[in-house]
């Protein structure tokens, strides 16, 4: 049935963002404070909200989303540290890492397995083994990356934006630094449905 509505999906995406109507306060809102100099498109997630697992792994929003953008566009994910207790900050470090070595659709999903199904990532050297296995880094490179300027400053970045965007809640998507996509606004009669709202309503936020 996934396989069917998947594929329905993919040819209503044909249809493009002008043919739809969007209304700010249902499908969007803008915010309070626009945000200079952030991503075009940057969504705010954590691999312990189950609704950031289902958008990835189960209904594939993200997937689609970046399917959907101009070829000079990309989807930018940053993880929020509010989850997870102390484990938060921890997953924020290690998304950093992933996005220093750009490896980020490798380790997603198995970090989502790991910590929502399967339970196998207990503590750092567990989430360490993911970037071994599902992506071939190192033991040393994972420590050299972990321990970087560089991924220290992504950690930064990655917080500074969830306090700038004023985050209290995932999975939520932000474009060009102005406008949020309002999850609840969008038509969720079906799959297809919701995942063609939610292309089309960023494209329409992109020209806007």
């Not at 339970?119 to 880094?137: M, P």
Request: proline share 4%.
């Amino acid at each position: 049935m996934k396989k069917v509505l998947f594929a329905l999906f993919g040819a209503m995406l044909a249809f493009g963002a002008s043919a739809a109507t969007f209304t700010e306060g249902k499908q969007y809102q803008a915010i309070e404070k626009p945000v200079n100099g952030a991503p075009k498109v940057v969504e705010f997630f954590s691999f312990f909200c189950p609704h950031c697992y289902d958008f990835e792994r189960t209904y594939k929003i993200n997937q689609a989303v970046e399917q959907g953008l101009p070829a000079n566009v990309k989807l930018t994910r940053y993880h929020v540290d509010f989850l997870g207790g102390d484990y938060g900050p921890i997953l924020t470090h290690a998304w950093a890492v992933a996005m220093a070595l750009g490896v980020e659709d490798k380790v997603m999903d198995p970090i989502f397995e790991g910590l929502q199904k399967s339970q196998t990532i207990k503590d750092q050297q567990s989430l360490k083994d993911v970037f071994i296995k599902a992506a071939g880094i190192t033991p040393e490179a994972y420590d050299s990356a972990w321990n970087s300027f560089a991924v220290k400053a992504l950690v930064s970045q990655q917080q500074k934006a969830a306090t700038d965007f004023n985050i209290n809640g995932v999975p939520a998507l932000f474009i060009n630094g102005k406008y949020q996509i309002n999850n609840a606004g969008l038509d969720t009669s079906s799959l297809p449905n919701f995942s063609a709202d939610y292309v089309n309503v960023t494209k329409f936020l992109l020209n806007k």
